[in-house]
């Protein structure tokens, strides 16, 4: 774990795909900025790539060929924001922020929070690339064959009768969950030269889900958390899993209580461990970082990996733990 001074500027992503982001945001931050401006910024860099097909544009679609995003960012307990089932705007996660800044509410979902957002300005675009769309024919046309060579450990290793009692569910399709060069949940945690953290989470979710399903990315709590006085925390991975211990909420308590980050992140995901029957398609990533700095990363398995990056650049590293290596 390292230990970052107020002074030096610290930006923890999920994944491998997160420098484009947060090399972006890093010169806001050396400059005097904010950590939750810089958190979206990163994410919304990552939000707007194409080629990435787990967050924002280029999103995979939900079993019906729709591409839907779900996001949240927060500073604090009084200070967050969240949408849902975003369809046709590619940057869910700067709409919570001005559901956050502009609202007396936390959480916009579906239609509404589309037309919230195009009341405030933010330009309607199509989410579903034709990259996207190939990819959700193949698998409407035969499950078992999608291209597992390009999403591997994205996709559960199913025969067809399998994959069809489990698409959309737990155990199911995943948007991830794979090793180096994957795509997934962008979370981002921050800490600025004042001191203060935030962070922001953007999903398009499990791929090909069910309609109308939302992940734990955009729930306050599950995530995403971040309170000033306790630390902050986000989670990747099989939704449904951290929802159920409300995972990053789990994390930032465990370490108001004293645990280091990597103790807080072991301690929830043994949680999980022992509260779920885990398939080999399961996947759970976290990251979490106290008020002054100190961070960890942890995963239930192998092939998360984590971006740090500081004034110095960023840096794709495996995480602190794995809790099943095998
Ligand atoms: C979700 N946690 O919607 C998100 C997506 C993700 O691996 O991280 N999938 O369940």
Redesign the pocket.
């Known amino acids: 774990m390292t230990k970052q001074q107020t002074n030096n500027p610290l930006i923890l992503s999920t994944w491998s795909f997160a420098p484009v982001g947060a090399d972006a945001a890093m010169p806001l931050l050396l400059a005097g900025g904010e950590a939750l401006d810089a958190a979206i910024g990163a994410v919304t860099v990552i939000e707007d790539d194409p080629t990435i097909h787990s967050v924002g544009v280029g999103g995979l679609p939900d079993a019906e060929g729709r591409v839907s995003l ?1 996001a949240c960012v927060m500073e604090n307990p009084d200070r967050c924001g969240a949408v849902c089932n975003v369809q046709r705007h590619p940057n869910p996660a700067a709409i919570a922020r001005r559901v956050m800044d502009t609202t007396i509410h936390i959480t916009l979902a579906g239609d509404e929070a589309d037309d919230f957002a195009t009341r405030e300005g933010f330009v309607e675009r199509a989410l579903l690339t034709p990259d996207a769309q190939r990819e959700w024919q193949t698998w409407r046309h035969d499950p078992s064959n999608i291209n597992r060579e390009k999403y591997q450990g994205w996709l559960p290793p199913m025969n067809v009768e399998e994959m069809d009692s489990k698409v959309g569910a737990p155990g199911g399709v ?4 794979g090793p180096d060069g994957s795509h ?2 962008v979370g981002v945690l921050v800490l600025d030269t004042h001191g203060k953290i935030a962070g922001a989470c953007s ?1 398009s ?2 791929a090909f889900k069910v309609p109308g399903r939302v ?3 955009p729930i306050i709590g599950q ?1 995403l958390y971040v309170d000033q006085t306790a630390g902050a925390a986000c ?5 449904e899993l ?1 929802s159920g211990v409300c995972g990053s909420f789990l994390v930032v308590e465990l370490m108001r209580r004293g645990a280091s980050p990597l103790e807080a992140i072991r301690e929830t995901l043994q949680r999980i461990i022992d509260r779920f029957t885990l398939v080999q398609d399961h996947q759970v990533a976290m990251l979490a970082m106290t008020p002054t700095g100190d961070w960890a990363s942890c995963a239930i398995r192998p092939g998360f990996h984590h971006t740090v990056t500081t004034s110095e650049g960023s840096k794709v590293e495996d995480p602190h733990g794995v809790m099943l290596p095998e």
């Open positions: 779900d995943f948007a991830g969950d997934d949940t999903t979710g499990m992940g734990d990315s995530g989670a990747t991975g099989t939704g951290i």
